[in-house]
Nanobody
Framework: QVHLVESGGGSVQAGGSLRLSCAASGYTYSSYDCMGWFRQAPGKEREGVAHINRVGGTVYTDSVEGRFTISQDNAKVTLYLQMDSLKPEDTAMYYC?????????????????WGQGTQVTVSS
């Protein structure tokens, strides 16, 4: 039922910034208490980048902590990822996703709805 559409990707030079957005429709807050950003580069496994829970708590993977910020609007229908100080190794397809809260960290939740992705390319 949940439909997610990412936007905001593009090509930037190292050190630049981008803000990704994820618009959600058919979103049920009570059922999907976790939202997250993931990325996958060619030849690499998909990795969780940042996650946010229903009360605004956040968790980041070590490689982006201090540079990326995950947030959502007051209506909780749009998810954002502010990316600063971008590095070439951040180049990947970025996906947003939702998950019901299972009782632990949203970084370990089962994400069952996914967007189609938006490409981020960072040049040196």
């Amino acid at each position: 039922q949940v439909h997610l559409v990412e936007s905001g990707g593009g090509s930037v030079q190292a050190g630049g910034s981008l803000r990704l957005s994820c618009a959600a429709s058919g979103y049920t807050y009570s059922s999907y208490d976790c939202m997250g950003w993931f990325r996958q580069a060619p030849g690499k496994e998909r990795e969780g980048v940042a996650h946010i829970n229903r009360v605004g708590g956040t968790v980041y993977t070590d490689s982006v902590e201090g540079r990326f910020t995950i947030s959502q609007d007051n209506a909780k229908v749009t998810l954002y990822l502010q990316m600063d100080s971008l590095k070439p190794e951040d180049t990947a397809m970025y996906y947003c996703a939702t998950a019901p809260w299972y009782g632990g960290s949203c970084s370990q939740a089962e994400y069952n709805y996914w967007g189609q992705g938006t490409q981020v390319t960072v040049s040196s």
